[in-house]
């Protein structure tokens, strides 16, 4: 699990204190959708956005070859155990790393790669134990190691962003099929009230032409959020300086007002 330790000079019986513009300096979001509509190169757009550049992914997917012909500058740290993830976590929360934006791609693989590590350390333990059947007690494990990790780099000082592919779910009541994050348990529906900005990441074809979306705000069949209150439903061809742009514009403006006085 990650072990998160907060030390500030600014804390009232241990608890952070920020004031509201302070809080808002950073974007933290989660993009998910089928593979393929361009989640990574979404999140790797962040390096085109001088404010949230350096660009780290730390990816346990495998899948940032889509980033090369988009956003080269972009730097990776292949992370395949959780110890790997903690020492990762461990030099980001010491602050001495120059990045701006840490992009996790993705949650999906990250909550598996989190339980096989788990299986493997109890079949050490028990070697009876059958290493592809997790009980109860290790998928309450898993769920909390994956909310920890969420909260933990989410409260980093910088811009975060997560991926994770969709899962469909159809209620038994209203047959209504709904999009949401391919998170088991009781993650799927929980992670998405850790960030500020949830979006549902799709295609369709125009005229001929693949088109890219992202909805921003939740429907019947797709789960999705702003608190910004300030995206557009839906953006096409999102890129991350469109939604830096939009959920953040007065927040910048507002920081140059304050140094000019």
């Not at 889509?66 to 740290?77: A, H, I, K, M, T």
Request: charged content about 25%; glycine content about 8%; aromatic content about 8%.
């Amino acid at each position: 699990m990650i072990n998160v330790t907060v030390l500030t000079e600014r804390n009232l019986g241990g608890l952070t204190i920020e004031t509201v513009v302070e809080r808002l300096r950073y974007i933290n979001a989660l993009f998910y959708g089928p593979p393929g509509v361009g989640k990574t190169v979404l999140a790797g757009s962040a390096d085109a956005v001088p404010e949230m550049r350096p660009v780290l992914f730390i990816d346990v997917e495998g899948g940032t070859m889509s980033l090369r012909n988009f956003y080269p500058e972009v730097d990776v740290v292949r992370v395949q155990t959780w110890q790997d993830m903690q020492k990762v976590y461990d030099a980001l929360y010491d602050g001495d790393h120059g990045y701006s934006t840490v992009v996790l791609d993705s949650l999906t693989e990250i909550q598996k790669f989190s339980m096989y590590n788990i299986m493997r350390a109890l079949v050490r333990k028990e070697p009876d134990r059958d290493p592809d059947i997790p009980g109860m007690r290790e998928w309450g494990k898993n769920i909390e190691q994956i909310r920890a990790l969420v909260r933990a780099f989410r409260d980093l000082p910088v811009h975060t962003i997560f991926t994770a592919l969709v899962a469909i779910d159809k209620d038994s009541k209203t047959g209504i099929s709904q999009a949401r994050p391919s998170l088991s348990g009781k993650l799927s529906a929980e992670v998405g009230g850790f960030v500020d900005i949830v979006g549902y990441t799709y295609t369709k074809v125009i005229e001929g032409q693949i088109e890219r979306f992202i909805l921003t705000q939740g429907t019947d069949r797709q789960i999705a959020k702003d608190r910004s209150g300030r995206l557009p439903q839906v953006i096409e061809s999102p890129t991350m300086e469109k939604i830096y742009t939009y959920a953040m514009t007065d927040q910048v403006e507002a920081s140059t007002d304050e140094g000019e006085e």
